[in-house]
């Protein structure tokens, strides 16, 4: 591949095309004559450059940055499998939680926060928050990404939308299916005029993501590259009536997997592009104008910052499962209590249904565990009351809440 030498340089792309249109804005109700005959008028579209054969000309600096962010996140993925070992009971678990984790994170660039305790009683059907309902369906997104990274084709993106939008009440007639009319980034909820970006015409948006998805299966290409001009092609298509930034950051995922570079574990790289949310999306308008070095390097921080605060998250994750195994060292070693243990890093609260379809438990060895954890300190049950009783593990939700918080500050 070609390497311009010039530290500065940028990485060069075609931009984007325009089209030009005529809206008609239609009454919500809720604006006046005059904010309707503004928002009515002339605007442009636009027309995704095709990319299937794109050849990144990377200058040195740029080069070097990509294999060192892309070498950083397999060493993480490597120091997690160690940690834990790769036949531990707790790597699964562990996995699954740095899935939610990023989860979250990708849900926060989109305004929708929810702590780690509202959120793990929304994984059991206990929560009265509809941000929590709404981040877990960013979670189920997350989880048909990984599994459907063997095939990155026009069903498996479908189907991630799909998990997405069909627990996102008012939305469910558009999960699994590309779009039929305009979008638009933008505070205007009547027109697309004066809009940030405005998405292709729905007929431009199949043939455009067919484009993609011959980008997404090239081999010859740096990995945070691909991932990196991958995904700022989808927000520029922007395919979907709703859902679209959280599925771009899901198919990131899919492609890490994909490629090999995470195979262990979930890497937290939304949490690095929540760190500077402006950057990312001022560097998703740059990908547009012709230069998707931005991207690129929005990526690469990200990156970097996922190998290292997903590293000390891990360790404080398995420091909480070690000093619950201290607590739980006068427990026989064939009690209940063992079996739930490992669990818990993913699930920090559970009930006892939880523990019968998720850890296989009959319902008077899941209450038998519940008391065993609870007995030795591990878990707590919090709500007092005789049914509909749930136990929370409050050192793995301090740990989970602390991280959110150092992202939220930065």
Do not use: C
């Amino acid at each position: 591949m070609a390497t311009d030498l010039s530290p500065s340089a940028p990485l060069a792309i075609e931009p984007v095309g325009h089209e030009d249109h005529h809206w008609t804005a239609e009454t919500n109700g809720m604006v006046t004559r005059a904010q309707l005959s503004a928002a009515s008028g002339p605007y442009q579209s636009t027309v995704p450059a095709q990319i299937e054969r794109y050849q990144p000309s990377l200058p040195a600096d740029l080069a070097a940055d990509v294999e060192e962010a892309a070498a950083a996140l397999a060493r993480f993925d490597s120091y997690a499998r160690g940690l834990l070992g790769a036949t531990s009971p707790t790597l699964g678990p562990m996995g699954s939680i740095l899935l939610r984790t990023e989860s979250t994170s990708s849900s926060q660039i989109e305004n929708l926060t929810v702590g780690a305790r509202q959120l793990a009683l929304a994984e059991i059907d206990q929560s009265t928050s509809e941000n929590a309902k709404v981040v877990v369906a960013n979670v189920r997104a997350m989880e048909a990404a990984l599994t459907l990274a063997d095939r990155l084709d026009n069903d498996a993106i479908l189907a991630m939308q799909a998990e997405l939008l069909s627990r996102q009440r008012g939305w469910e007639e558009h999960a699994g299916r590309y779009r039929d009319g305009l979008v638009w980034v933008g505070s205007s909820s009547i027109g697309p005029r004066r809009a940030t970006h405005v998405g292709p015409q729905p007929e431009r948006v199949r043939p455009a993501m067919d484009d993609l998805i011959q980008f997404l299966r090239r081999d010859d290409l740096p990995v945070l590259v691909q991932a990196a001009v991958a995904h700022a092609q989808f927000e520029t298509i922007h395919p979907f009536a709703d859902g679209n930034g959280r599925t771009g950051r899901a198919l990131v995922h899919a492609l890490l997997k994909a490629k090999g570079v995470l195979t262990s574990t979930t890497a937290p790289v939304s949490a690095g592009l929540l760190k500077e949310t402006e950057a990312y999306f001022d560097a998703l308008g740059a990908y547009r104008a012709g230069d998707a070095r931005p991207i690129v390097e929005r990526f690469t921080a990200a990156s970097r910052f996922a190998a290292a605060s997903g590293a000390r998250l891990v360790d404080d994750l398995a420091a909480q499962v070690d000093d619950s195994r201290a607590k739980l060292a006068g427990l026989r070693p064939q009690a209940a209590g063992w079996k739930v243990l490992p669990h818990l890093v993913a699930h920090p609260v559970v009930n006892a249904r939880f523990l019968s379809q998720h850890v296989g438990l009959s319902e008077m060895t899941a209450q038998r565990a519940l008391t065993q954890l609870t007995d030795a300190g591990v878990l707590e049950e919090r709500t007092g009351l005789q049914r509909n009783r749930v136990w929370q593990h409050g050192g793995i939700l301090a740990v989970l809440d602390n991280y959110a918080e150092q992202l939220r500050r930065r």
